[in-house]
């Protein structure tokens, strides 16, 4: 029997997350009404470091989300992003609510969310969404480690080049929507060293950096100037079965 | 202090109930941890899981080239290691014994195979735990970006000790350099710093605090924010 076009439109909908893409359907159909559709902005902020998480995130294709530590002074650097092979918002999954990170748009566009406490009323009656999602916080929590290592002995060149390739791998976008100001913040260094940095790679000819659009020219010279955390922590996810 | 062959000073095993205990106890067993035993290393299979008694395990991110930094430190509040409380028995990180340690260990098919099997209540007190977990690695992850060497040394001093519950404790250059992801010169030389101002004495690998307030305030921010953390997660 042919599908239904209802059931093909959430089959296609849940497609739109790789998470979301593994539920079986018969228990995706279920969930389905407590998603919500939203778009997200460049920079927009989901969650400060502290707050009590609403809700989790579900990016679609071509939408990422950054995961950022604070400290008193001011200071902040990323610590993992996510795409459509994950989500952001675990703190409800662990029995907690309160959000270890900042989270915010970094490529702005659509997402699914679900109230926090719809989601955990889900997965106390679905275990295996709940260790599908389980799998995907040790994959994130993979990533800040090898991130906390990587922003301590890293340059900031070899750091750049690793957040281009983990940033093409998670959209389509053949050029990316960029300012200084923003990926110096992720970065955790001042604006100059930014610039700097980007005029080194973009005389190489490895990448091209023009009034705030950033694109890759050639991924595999980008491969060789970052460093080994890029390819680390894919082995993790590929291990994990995220990728 | 309390004999070390009583299972519950491991916080996670005593919150479990009596009845959860009893299944768990058949397949507990008691060992020594000897400072620079290896527990697990990234992508390997970890057979044995182990409940902390006493001493310090550390956790470290590593690299190919020898670089490494500590992202967790565990004590009597947890166990080696987390990814098999969320359904994966691979290692993501290199496990290394900071301290001699006791613990329980379990074989860590069985202990999965519990955990899942396990009340709402234990599962709960595992779930803190992670997120516990969660916070140290989010927290390392700032400091070691954000705060200089003195502080950061000061802070796993204080880490230490508050762990083992002793002002005492031996440590290599080699090991703090591991930890703190810094070249050893540069810890001797922050090490030096802290001696000189009578704050520590460091000797042949012995550490020994002699001012723990001159400390603290040296410390960066976050081991206050983590030893709230630590006292919240002990009190529930």
């Known amino acids: ?243 | 202090m309390k004999s070390t062959a009583s299972p519950f000073q491991n916080l996670v095993l005593a919150s479990l109930s009596r009845e959860a205990y009893l299944r768990f106890s058949p397949h507990l067993e008691m060992v020594s941890l000897r400072a620079g035993d290896v527990l697990s290393e990234p992508g390997l299979i970890a057979d044995n899981a182990y409940f902390v008694n006493s001493g310090m395990i550390s956790v470290l991110a590593v690299l190919r080239d020898g670089d490494s930094l500590e992202v967790g430190i565990i004590g009597r509040e947890g166990l080696v290691d987390i990814n098999m409380l969320l359904g994966c028995r691979t290692s993501l990180n290199r496990v290394i014994v900071q301290v001699d340690a006791t613990a329980l260990r379990i074989k860590s098919s069985v202990l999965v195979r519990l955990y899942n099997d396990s009340s709402a209540q234990f599962r709960a007190s595992g779930q803190r735990y992670i997120q516990y977990r969660i916070s140290q690695i989010s927290q390392s992850a700032i400091c070691s970006h954000a705060h200089g060497i003195e502080e950061r040394l000061a802070r796993w001093l204080l880490m230490t000790a508050d762990t083992v519950n002793s002002e005492r404790f031996d440590l290599t250059h080699e090991f703090l350099s591991q930890m703190l992801g810094a070249r050893r010169s540069s810890v001797s030389i922050a090490a030096g710093v802290l001696s000189e101002a009578g704050i520590i004495t460091y000797r042949r690998g012995h550490i020994q605090i002699l001012k723990r307030r001159s400390l603290e305030e040296l410390a960066c921010e976050c081991y206050t924010i983590l030893k709230d953390e630590h006292a919240a997660l002990s009190r529930s």
């Open chain 1, 1 to 243: 029997m042919a599908p239904s076009p209802k059931r093909r439109a959430v089959r296609q909908e849940s497609q739109q997350n790789r998470l979301l893409a593994q539920i079986p359907i018969d228990v995706y159909r279920t969930f389905a009404p407590e998603l919500e559709a939203v778009s997200l902005h460049q920079g927009q902020v989901i969650c400060e470091v502290g707050d009590r998480v609403k809700h989790l995130y579900f990016p679609s294709k071509n939408t990422m989300l950054s995961l950022l530590c604070t400290s008193g002074d001011a200071s902040a650097v990323e610590v993992a992003v996510t795409g459509w092979e994950g989500f952001a918002g675990f703190a409800p999954l662990l029995g907690a609510d309160i959000s270890p990170h900042q989270v915010i748009a970094q490529i702005p566009g659509a997402a699914m969310r679900i109230n926090a406490r719809s989601m955990q009323a889900f997965v106390q009656e679905h275990p295996n969404v709940r260790e599908l999602l389980l799998r995907y916080v040790l994959a994130v929590m993979v990533q800040i480690s090898q991130t906390a290592l990587c922003n301590r002995v890293h340059s900031v060149e070899e750091r750049l080049a690793r957040w281009a390739l983990v940033n093409q791998d998670r959209t389509e976008h053949q050029q990316l929507p960029l300012t200084h100001e923003f990926l110096a913040r992720m970065l955790g260094v001042n604006r100059s060293t930014v610039s700097l940095t980007a005029a080194t790679l973009q005389r190489a000819g490895v990448v091209r950096y023009r009034r705030g659009t950033f694109s890759i020219l050639n991924r595999g010279r980008l491969e060789e100037v970052a460093c080994d955390c890029y390819r680390i922590v894919r082995e993790h996810y590929k291990r994990l079965g995220v990728i």
